[in-house]
């Protein structure tokens, strides 16, 4: 039994050393490999980087004879590192050194691999070489079976940033997750006016998200070529496709789409009247100050809220016709008034005044107070009463408000 | 003429190896610091021309080496190019406020930022 257990003591042993011994001389294999590969990339980058400040057209002739197809990794890695931090001349010239030694037909070969992890580093790799062969294999990933792939190739697509790619691109925008979608669009925004173009064109053969999308994107790009297409869209049935494309306006700011605008602050959906309030403040027409005021007293919270916030961006003359509005009938667009006021600083700045010198700009700055006091939203006043730095104002305002709420 | 020696401060090497390959390429010497407090230890030792500098590293960012400089009695009239990923208005402003000669945006492009570069060492050699 005692001869047994000893055997097995020696069988157990045996296996550690084994094991041991493979896990040190794998971790020897693989530092070796690791300097190696450190050492050429010291020899090599150098070299590619030179030619790629140069004129020689093959990039062969940078290595001279001291070139090995086993260096071929080090120098996709210096490659692909650098492609990504450089634009123009440079970056053509890396990406002509990587069609050169081969890579790209590498990656374009990789794109049919049975690996889906093999086809998304390939797609990704695609969209770094600029190669615009790229585009009609890259197109057809966007139906691969695998979302990260799909992901990867459009966001490759977005890299060649040209008219072709966004055409294809533009089809990922049916993706079936809204969050796809929102990434696509992003990648379609980054690619700036070259895919405006491409979004119009395929907007009426996308999904309700793919529209949205497009009307973010071209809102986000801001081409002011686009005003009479969206102005189209304000028209259209749909409110979310009405409301998204009055966001569009918005960021836009051509002012010549005032009058739809204005309109706009009468539509029957919620929605839109909320994105024309949005757009008249981004776009300060303060000739739409009246029709604000009136969609302070909206029915629906969201229109009161960009309504007064259009007003408080407009400067002097929106926040004067807050001032009026503080004591207006409707508890909500009195609210909301007091709300943006305060925001602005507008309170505080009234109840400085409440010790100014002239007695025009102390009998102002007291009426609108009272007013607020009136209404009963009195919560700033309160903080200031109790911490303003001037001690006359605190007194002024503590004669101003209720003794129970000044205490 | 000696050639002039440039210091190219970036935390991000690959970024401060393709930069100092290009100025090389085009005779210039360069020292390359991986941070603000080696750029400021290099700029104590040597002699430069100007210097190319990232705004975002650790220890001290691209600002503090700027303000360093310009505080500096000796280093105030050095030539400072900064070079960075935030392409917001309110850096490239707050840069060239802070005396910056010029600002790259990352990716650059590397005729540009070489051009640049030119551009800031004529002027200085004109004034001097």
């Known amino acids: 039994m005692q001869q047994v257990l000893i055997w097995i003591i020696f069988a157990i042993s045996g296996i550690f050393l084994v094991l041991t011994t493979l896990i040190i001389v794998n971790k020897a294999w693989r530092e070796t490999q690791e300097a190696t590969i450190a050492r050429r990339r010291k020899e090599l980058e150098p070299k590619i980087l ?21 260096d071929t990794g080090v120098i996709e890695q210096i490659l692909l590192d650098h492609v990504q931090r450089v634009r123009g001349i440079e970056r053509d010239r890396l990406a002509q050194a990587m069609d050169q030694l081969g890579l790209v037909d590498g990656y374009l070969d990789g794109l049919n691999s049975r690996r889906w992890w093999r086809r998304a580093e390939s797609a990704e790799k695609l969209g770094l070489s600029t190669t615009k062969r790229a585009i009609q294999p890259l197109s057809r990933a966007l139906d691969d079976e695998i979302h990260e792939v799909r992901l990867r190739a459009a966001k490759a697509l977005g890299m060649l940033g040209d008219a072709a790619s966004a055409l294809k691109l533009v089809r990922a925008l049916n993706e079936p997750s809204r969050w796809s979608t929102i990434r696509v669009a992003d990648i379609l925004i980054g690619m700036g006016h070259k895919s405006v173009d491409a979004v119009i064109e395929a907007f009426p053969g996308l999904t309700r998200e793919g529209q949205l999308a497009v009307l973010d994107i071209v809102g986000r790009v801001r081409l002011v070529s686009v005003t009479p297409w969206l102005v189209e869209k304000t028209k259209d049935e749909s409110t979310d496709i009405r409301a998204r494309a009055f966001h569009a306006l918005g960021s836009i700011g051509d002012p010549s789409v005032t009058p739809e605008l204005q309109a706009a602050l009468n539509d029957k959906e919620w929605p839109v009247r909320a994105m024309a309030a949005k757009a008249l403040g981004r776009m300060r027409i303060t000739e739409a100050i009246p029709q604000l005021a009136k969609a302070l007293r909206d029915e629906q919270w969201w229109v009161r809220h960009n309504a007064g916030r259009a007003l408080r961006a407009m400067g002097p003359l929106g926040l004067y016709a807050l001032e009026r509005l503080v004591a207006d009938g409707d508890v909500f667009a009195r609210e909301q008034a007091i709300l943006m006021l305060e925001e602005a600083g507008r309170v505080d700045e009234r109840a400085a005044e409440l010790v100014h010198e002239g007695p025009d700009e102390r009998r102002v700055a007291k009426s609108l107070l009272e007013k607020i006091v009136a209404s009963g939203t009195t919560g700033r006043l309160r903080v200031l009463s109790r911490e303003h730095p001037v001690a006359d104002v605190r007194r002024e305002l503590s004669a101003l408000l209720p003794e129970e709420v000044a205490s | 003429m000696a050639h002039e020696q440039i210091l190219v401060v970036d935390d991000d090497a690959l970024t401060a190896r393709f930069i100092a390959s290009l100025l090389r390429e085009y005779d210039y010497d360069v020292l390359v610091a991986q941070d603000g ?69 990352k990716p650059f492009n590397a005729r540009e930022l070489l051009a640049r570069i030119r551009k800031i060492l004529a002027r200085k050699r004109k004034v001097s």
Not at chain 2, 38 to 67: N, T
Request: proline content about 2%; aromatic content about 8%; overall charge negative.
């Open chain 1, 50 to 70: 030179s030619w790629v400040h140069g004129d020689e057209k093959t990039v062969r002739k940078a290595f001279g004879e001291n070139f090995s197809t086993s």
């Open chain 2, 37 to 105: 407090v080696h750029a400021l230890e290099l700029l104590k030792r040597h002699e430069f021309a100007m210097v190319v500098c990232d705004l975002v590293m650790p220890y001290r960012d691209g600002f503090s080496v700027l303000r360093a400089i310009r505080q500096n009695i000796k280093l105030h009239d050095l030539p400072v190019l900064l070079v960075s990923m935030r392409d917001r208005e309110e850096d490239i402003v707050r840069g060239l406020e802070e005396g910056a000669d010029d600002y790259v945006i």
